[in-house]
């Protein structure tokens, strides 16, 4: 939550905050600010309610001068979103931008009134400012030692990065459970909460650890541990083209990321797949390979659309290797007394592996006796990789759309993997395992075929854009797949949507049947088809309008609206039927007019709890 960028740099910062911060835009964007100390060594500081937008208006009717300072887009925590509570915060000659929450904010802030400190705002970053400021003027150390005596007294979770104006040729930068790199330049160097934002600059970068302090100058980097000790921190070079940054020829990053999932998922699967029908995770060594040998239970953790995944993953698990799984909310996991299953394994999913919840979760299960915790994600140098046992990388690919699309189907590819190999591992050469396999090489061909019907689902799209309420329904591993297509819904259309198993329908959601509103179910052709024809005569007998999503022609009623999709394989059917599920999302969203990209109140990484 929250994007933040900083530099110290030989020439003038200004448009280089302004462009960093934009494309960070997808981590906050209720107000935005930056603050930079020009060549006159006064801190000019800029702050607008809005999108990025407004600040780059705003910058640009001012001329300002400087080569060191920072830059912030705001994801309220607290505090409405308002000028007085946008970033960057200042006390006297500090500078701070924050990413986290300061969960003792309100004690500390009520020792530093005590002690004269004037609050401008609702934050609990000011807090940060003023504390930093009042622990300097006390025994006038070092900036590192003031900042090192202050982040003992804060509680909670944090990035930030400070300036100070009597010093004004470093930036320092501290982190505690949320993430920070460093972008490393000729003669100037950078600091942000995501590398999307250097990528136009460099593809160099350091990846700051639990506890890391880091001096950041013009030509020298010092990094110290959290026992105080200069530590040298690994360089990486970054293998994401900045060009994938961009739109190209599409609207929004979200219908972009849609189409790219068939491409997402040969990425997924090369080199995973081999021609013995095993499947090899180069990731994985043969510890792991013995844990899941030893599984006998399975307790999958997530949030939202990767919670969705793992709800698909429980009937594979269960259905195809005969293992048994419970998937749960992972604030839910953290915040209750557990009962683990002998021989458990965790699996946590993110597409960040920055999920405040998902890691609180993670933490928490290394008291309770897993055989061990494997997470399953999209950033090889996230927190949740870095604190497992294990990891799977997904390769989806750089995702902006805060509505994640790609990064859903490819985990379900890597969790229908993981179900093939440790079917293998437990019983070679299982005919299972081969037939998942077989499945998952036409898969990327299967989701092609079924992107070619956009046309069809757009028309849909715009006949159920005036509407307010929708159900979407399912059964078996269908069901999370239509939850999975109400949650998209909601995301970026605001309409509210529900997800039912088809057979709860009769148990109290019937009463909600009525021709205002649509029904959405998902009906392919398997054993549970005609369970859900009975469904859909219970809804059309009420006068309820239903769309059914299938490969199966069956006699048409008035109010029954089917659009018919092509063939797909029944082992990877839940991956193919959220696509369209997710076009029908965007088209309504793009009817509407609302901001698909960036939906009101959400942010891509949610890295608070």
């Known amino acids: 939550m929250c994007g933040i960028v900083a530099a110290v740099t030989q020439r003038n910062i200004t448009n280089f905050l302004i462009n960093s911060i934009k494309k960070l835009e997808y981590r906050g964007y209720d107000s935005s600010g930056l603050a930079i100390i020009d060549n006159r060594n006064n801190i000019m500081r800029i702050r607008c309610v809005g999108k990025v937008d407004e600040l780059i208006k705003k910058t640009n009717k001012k001329k300002i001068f400087g080569n060191i300072g920072v830059a912030h887009t705001r994801w309220a925590t607290h505090g409405k979103v308002s000028k007085e509570n946008t970033h960057p915060h200042i ?23 005590k002690k004269g400190y004037i609050f401008s705002s609702d934050t609990d970053t000011e807090v940060i400012a003023h504390l930093l400021h009042w622990e300097q003027n006390k025994k006038k150390d070092s900036l590192k030692k003031v900042i090192q005596n202050s982040i003992k007294k804060l509680d909670g979770n944090y990035s930030m990065v400070i300036i100070d104006q009597n010093n004004p040729t470093r930036l320092i930068a501290a982190r505690s ?6 972008g490393l330049g000729i003669e100037e160097n950078f600091i942000a909460s995501d590398q999307i934002a250097l990528l136009h600059t460099t593809k160099r970068f350091i990846y700051l650890e639990e506890g890391d302090i880091a001096i950041v100058e013009k030509k020298n980097i010092n990094i110290f541990n959290k026992d105080n000790f200069t530590i040298k921190r690994q360089k990486i070079i970054s293998n994401i083209e900045h060009k994938s940054v961009e739109k190209g020829q599409y609207r929004h990053y979200m219908e972009k990321e849609i189409y790219e999932q068939p491409e997402s998922i040969r990425n997924t699967l090369k080199n995973r797949l081999k021609n013995n029908n095993k499947i090899f995770f180069s990731e994985l060594g043969l510890k792991a390979n013995n844990i899941f040998y030893n599984t006998e239970n399975i307790q999958i953790v997530a949030c939202g659309t990767s919670y969705n995944a793992g709800m698909v993953s429980r009937y594979w698990f269960e259905s195809l290797a005969n293992i048994p799984c419970n998937v749960e909310i992972a604030s839910e996991f953290s915040s209750r007394k557990l009962i683990v299953r002998k021989k458990s394994l965790l699996i946590t999913l993110s597409q960040s592996g920055e999920t405040a919840d998902t890691l609180s979760a993670l933490r928490y299960s290394k008291k309770l006796g897993y055989l061990g915790n494997l997470t399953i994600c999209n950033m090889e140098s996230s927190s949740l990789v870095k604190e497992s046992d294990f990891y799977i990388l997904t390769k989806a690919g750089l995702e902006i759309g805060v509505a994640s699309t790609k990064s859903f189907t490819t985990q379900l590819t890597v969790l229908l993997m993981l179900v093939a190999k440790i079917i293998n591992l437990k019983q070679e050469n299982n005919d299972i395992s081969k037939k998942i396999i077989e499945t998952l090489n036409i898969l990327p061909i299967r989701i092609e075929e079924i992107l070619k019907k956009n046309t069809l689902i757009k028309n849909i799209a715009n006949i159920l854009a005036n509407k307010k309420n929708m159900l979407f329904l399912g059964r078996g591993n269908q069901y999370p797949i239509a939850m999975e297509g109400a949650l998209k819904l909601k995301e970026i259309s605001y309409i509210h949507a529900e997800a039912y198993q088809s057979g709860e329908l009769k148990h109290g959601p019937l009463a909600l049947i009525d021709k205002n509103i649509p029904v959405i179910m998902i009906a392919p052709k398997n054993s549970l088809f005609e369970k859900n024809k009975k469904n859909i005569k219970e809804i059309c007998s009420r006068g309820g309008l239903i769309y059914v999503f299938s490969n199966q022609e069956f006699d048409y009623e008035d109010n029954i609206n089917v659009i018919k999709l092509p063939y797909v394989e029944e082992l990877i059917a ?36």
């Open 574 to 609: 839940p991956i193919f039927y959220i696509i369209p599920l997710q076009l029908l999302a965007y088209y309504i969203a793009l009817k509407k007019g609302t901001d698909i990209d960036q939906p009101r109140h959400l942010a891509k990484s949610v890295t608070v709890e």
């Open 177 to 182: 459970k949320s993430p920070l790199i460093i």
């Open 91 to 113: 006390s006297s000659n500090i500078v701070v931008v924050h990413n986290g929450i300061i969960e003792n904010h309100s004690t500390l802030r009520h020792f530093l009134q």
